[in-house]
């Protein structure tokens, strides 16, 4: 749309325009705003600065900087501040079942204030995991000129001791979940432990491997709403703020030639998302927030679309948790556009999607340099993996679907017996007790959107089987979901989850369950007929005590994983 056609003001002045809107106008000026803030466009800078964690601890601060960028190119700026939950914090505990469930309250809040204080644009900054999606979730719905700015990783670590298992690492919060399992199993020793814990995370950013977090930010630079390689400054680093002030420059742009994230945020454009997520060895949240994204913005998307692109999609970036990089490593080898170079030289990405700078994303791809000699995105030619890093698996067990990560993990197929768990916790004091053995399925339960409710992240469970030295010899099958951090032969996202009555409600100890990604199966080998007696005499169980309140009703009203987790009226 051109500049001619389109009010820059277009939401703002039925609120603060003419003399009958002389009480929102003095009930602003009360706060600092003039005639002349008062007069121009308005441009929500909303971001999710918490006490709480480090992951959005520099959100304040880019918000700051956003807005200095849209008054000096004629908008007036209106800071809004919402919630948060870190994953990493609550893992292992009740308070996980709030991570998910936050996805949807950031994105009812934002769209609540812009519409209820009638921004003409937005800009969004998010952090950690469940504030991407939730943030370009909002500027779907609002469909108002605006851009996603993500605030960037945390550095990564280093242990002090000079010897041990964990000793020359780049740390990550990765390794603290490992540590545990390492320590509990008596490989490592309480000084080595303290050491993980304490070095690890050595200041503000989000966790620093391509985990849910950098999956979300760089699937949203491929996407078109946020601009190429800013994601990718870590959080600390001094470029950071001058980005963001570019930043708030740029949504003016937008404002003024009327674009909005609708016109951006394409079924092509989601396709190039899920092909970087592919490329990069990405976390399998991706599938749920990119499906919940995707409704917002009017995209057809299905969870055998990330199959489809999986198949044809070579893993291109040595990443962790299962590579040997981190973000910021990446970032310093060219950011997600050097990947995008190897994908259009295959021929795998809609070169000509718009983003937000006005470029297409092949134009971007194309301006941005690639450093000699770098080492963590592998030529086309000598790609990590063939295939992607994600599959989606049905079976009896799974008959609407399930996510399998495949990065860095060379087996295709798993037959053992179900060791049956009805939550987390008793799962990881199995492991922790040393009751677990080679070759069984862990099989918890009840920890699906529905039945957690809120569909927990299984980290502490997986962090414990690698330090236990059981990753590569057990698997797992969860109706919940997995951190991005987590590594292993993990299946998540199991529909219907159990509290559904799917399948995974009747598995019983010693069944034996039968993984085969070559056909993308997931089954329990029992008869047919037992299976359906089973099913026939299921019965719901009890609603957790924890399922009030806010809990309450988002287990009334999500929507099954395979469709994105989200909220909407149960039909």
């Known amino acids: 749309m051109s500049q001619a056609l389109f009010d820059a003001r277009h939401k703002s002045r039925a609120l603060l325009e003419g003399p009958d809107r002389a009480v929102a106008r003095g009930m602003m000026k009360a706060v600092g705003f003039s005639d002349e803030d008062l007069k121009r466009p308005q441009v929500g800078v909303a971001h999710c600065w918490i006490g709480t964690m480090p992951c959005n601890w520099t959100h304040r601060a880019l918000a700051a900087r956003v807005m200095e960028g849209i008054r000096a190119a004629g908008g007036t700026p209106l800071e809004v501040n919402t919630v948060s939950i870190n994953d990493g914090i609550t893992t292992g505990s009740e308070g996980m079942k709030t991570s998910l469930v936050s996805r949807e309250v950031i994105a009812d809040s934002v769209e609540l204030v812009a519409r209820g204080h009638m921004f003409d644009a937005l800009v969004v900054i998010a952090g950690c995991d469940k504030t991407i999606p939730a943030m370009a979730m909002a500027l779907g719905r609002l469909d108002l000129p605006g851009l996603l700015v993500y605030s960037g990783s945390i550095a990564s670590g280093a242990c002090h001791e000079r010897e041990g298992m964990f000793a020359g690492r780049k740390l990550t919060i990765q390794d603290i979940y490992e540590a545990i399992g390492a320590f509990n199993a008596g490989r490592i020793s309480e000084r080595e432990f303290r050491d993980v814990e304490d070095h690890a995370c050595p200041g503000a950013g989000a966790c620093g491997g391509q985990f849910t977090a950098n999956t979300m930010a760089t699937a949203c630079e491929m996407l078109g709403l946020a601009p190429m390689g800013v994601g990718g400054i870590p959080a600390t680093d001094a470029g950071k703020e001058d980005a963001a002030r570019a930043c708030g420059t740029l949504v003016m742009d937008l404002l003024r030639q009327g674009v909005t994230p609708r016109a951006l945020a394409t079924r092509r454009s989601f396709e190039n998302a899920i092909t970087g997520v592919m490329a990069t060895g990405g976390s399998t949240n991706a599938v749920l927030h990119l499906l919940a994204m995707a409704r917002e913005f009017g995209v057809e998307l299905a969870i055998d679309d990330f199959d489809r692109f999986s198949r044809r999609t070579p893993v291109l970036a040595d990443l962790r948790p299962w590579g040997r990089y981190t973000a910021p490593e990446m970032h310093a080898a060219g950011g997600m556009a050097v990947v995008g170079k190897r994908l259009v030289e295959a021929g795998l990405l809609h070169a000509d999607e718009r983003t937000v700078t006005g470029r297409s994303i092949g134009e971007e791809i194309a301006r941005a ?115 991005g951090a987590s590594r292993g032969f993990v299946i998540g996202h199991v529909v219907p989850e159990a509290a559904e009555g799917g399948p995974i409600a009747v598995v019983k100890d010693g069944d034996p369950v039968v993984i085969d990604v070559e056909q993308r199966r997931l089954d329990l080998d029992v008869p047919q007929r037992v299976l359906q007696q089973r099913l026939a005499h299921w019965t719901p169980p009890p609603a957790p005590a924890a399922a009030t309140g806010v809990l309450a009703k988002y287990a009334l009203l999500v929507s099954d994983a395979s469709q994105g987790a989200v909220t909407t009226a149960r039909g």
């Open 369 to 483: 340099p690639e450093p000699e000699g770098q080492q963590v995105i592998r030529p086309l030619a000598d790609p990590l993996k063939p295939q992607g890093g994600l599959a989606i698996l049905r079976g009896n067990l799974a008959p609407g679907g399930c996510v399998i990560k495949l990065s860095g993990q060379a087996k295709t197929m798993h037959r053992g017996p179900a060791r049956v768990f009805e939550r987390e916790e008793d799962a990881f004091q199995a492991i922790k007790a040393g009751t677990v053995q080679p070759n069984d399925v862990l099989v918890l339960r009840n920890e699906g959107p529905r039945g957690g409710p809120g569909m927990r992240e299984m980290q502490l469970v997986t962090g414990a089987l690698q330090g236990a030295g059981l990753g590569e010899t057990v698997a797992l099958v969860t109706d919940g979901r997995f951190s």
